[in-house]
């Protein structure tokens, strides 16, 4: 809202956020959305610690959820897709999807209402540490000289066209993977944040005109339609923590598979 009265829509700067202690070299770093990943980092060791204790043959409601949670992860994509070795990657692939999850909920949150991952610093990050997992798990089963092989010269090739076909495999197993990984997680969600406070604060701002009774009933319906995008974005934030996972364990299975 301008000084003057007039309508600011939101953008990008609404993604920016401030350090808490600018003062303090050791916390400048601290702002909101690294909070919000400490905190989900936090929640998932205690909520996954005290989920594995004490378990019963007649599962509680929270047991119960729990194995929903884990047997979904484990049955619906590690073991799908890396077969006999899902075992060594469950662990990572379970975090993984309980952190994007409860970080992309933040944004429906009554306490938060930002998702972490619309900064796409954070979704670089993660990112990166699957691309980690996804490269070192070739060069640990192949060896460093194995694993640039298979990655970078495709079976059947003719020789005449590797100086071209390397360089683009390169391009795709190097660069290309851990871009795309995390600027899928975070245009959903950016775009998905930006719909939900183009319709509350342009509801808000309608509703509050004054001597125009369409205006403010225009107000009040964007507002209520926020409620509905408020849900979806619930979906799109579950559907994009499995989308994320799915793909990380894809690019694992790929760097060890046999056939190549």
Request: aromatic fraction near 18%; proline fraction near 5%.
């Amino acid at each position: 809202m301008e000084s003057g009265g007039g309508y600011t829509p939101p953008g990008v700067d609404d993604f920016k956020w401030d350090p808490w202690f600018p003062d303090l070299a050791w916390l400048s770093w601290l702002n909101k959305p690294s909070a919000q990943a400490i905190i989900a980092a936090a929640l998932i060791i205690v909520l996954w610690l005290v989920a594995s204790r004490n378990l019963k043959i007649q599962p509680s409601k929270g047991q119960f959820f729990a194995e929903y949670v884990y047997e979904f992860v484990r049955n619906g994509i590690a073991r799908d897709i890396l077969h006999s070795d899902f075992r060594k990657f469950l662990p990572y692939l379970l975090g993984l999807f309980s952190f994007l999850l409860i970080n992309n909920w933040f944004g429906e949150f009554f306490l938060f209402m930002y998702p972490t991952f619309s900064n796409v610093g954070y979704a670089y990050g993660l990112a990166l540490l699957s691309w980690l997992v996804y490269v070192g798990a070739g060069f640990k089963k192949w060896g460093f000289g194995g694993f640039l092989k298979r990655s970078l010269i495709p079976e059947g090739v003719p020789g005449y066209l590797l100086p071209i076909v390397i360089p683009l495999e390169f391009l795709a197993t190097f660069i290309t993977r851990p871009i795309t990984l995390a600027l899928r997680l975070f245009a959903n969600l950016f775009a998905g944040h930006l719909v939900v406070l183009v319709f509350v604060v342009g509801g808000g701002f309608l509703l509050t005109y004054a001597n125009n009774a369409f205006y403010n009933v225009a107000g009040g319906v964007s507002l209520l339609f926020s409620l509905i995008i408020l849900l979806l974005e619930l979906f799109i934030g579950a559907l994009q923590a499995y989308i994320f996972t799915v793909l990380t364990a894809q690019y694992v299975s790929s760097s060890i598979a046999e056939a190549h």
